[in-house]
């Protein structure tokens, strides 16, 4: 059996803003919350430091902690973004109106960013939708 995905093809256009516009941006994946990857970019020049399977198991690790957040929105309100800093990388989950999760990947100690990325969100929503 399988399950047809709903894409946005909007979706694409978020992601080559966000690359575009965030210099230390490195890797930008939105996802369905099943874990599956449906639009992926990546700065040229730049490699990955994770395999395809630890990307995905990742990506299923922080798509469990949303759904462990959520249960609290009633409390406290939605979740806007989350962050996760390593040595390498700072990792910016996003929800999405459309029920998709945004992931970025950036190099540096900057969590300016974040505002960024949000404000790139909102655009593209308000002027092409999610």
């Not at 100690?109 to 999610?130: A, P, R, Y």
Request: net charge negative; hydrophobic share 40%; proline share 2%.
């Amino acid at each position: 059996m399988s399950v047809i995905q709903q894409v946005n093809e909007n979706e694409e256009k978020l992601l080559n803003m966000i690359l575009g516009e965030i210099p230390s941006s490195r890797v930008a994946i939105i996802c369905d919350h099943d874990g599956n990857i449906l639009w992926n970019s990546i700065r040229d020049n730049t490699t990955s430091f994770l395999t395809l399977d630890e990307t995905k198991e990742s990506l299923k690790r922080s798509i469990g902690s949303w759904g462990k957040r959520n249960e609290l929105f009633s409390k406290i309100g939605n979740g806007k973004y989350a962050i996760v800093a390593y040595d390498r990388i700072k990792r910016i989950t996003i929800p999405l109106p459309n029920n998709h999760l945004l992931f970025v990947s950036l190099e540096g100690e900057e969590f300016g960013n974040v505002k960024n990325i949000m404000t790139i969100v909102s655009w593209v929503d308000s002027n092409m939708g999610l």
